[in-house]
């Protein structure tokens, strides 16, 4: 949906201008503009603040979207290339995933733990089992 020119919407306009606006937000808009440049405002209020240097908001706009819990391709292939036009090296974005990464860990630190319980008590129930058909056997 293209915005009127009375928008009430300027940083939703200036993203869709910029080419930063992500299609998947359109049916948001459509609902409801008002709330989604409010969302959006609110998203983009720490790094129109000035406070991170560009380079590191691109970094966390990476981690965010290569993130186990959003792997969001097109974000990190914009953002991937906005931090090396603005001089990131390889090193650096590698760092960036590699640190990511880690939030992966919390299936297995999750996972692993239950797996070994589970694992022991199908060893305790198999032994439970096998004791009680060697003593039902040895009657």
Known sequence: MKPSSQSTTPLCDRLRDAGEWNPNWDPIYELDPAWTEKFMVMGATPV?????????????????????????GPGVRRHIRKALDLGASKEEIAAVLQCVAVLGIHSMSLGAPILL????????????????????ISR
């Open 48 to 72: 129109l603040g000035g406070a991170l240097d560009p380079k590191t908001v691109e970094f966390l706009a990476i981690a965010v979207d290569a993130s186990c819990t959003h792997m969001y």
């Open 117 to 136: 319980e589970e694992i022991e008590r199908s060893n305790d129930t198999a032994s439970t089992n096998t004791e009680r058909n060697h003593h039902a």
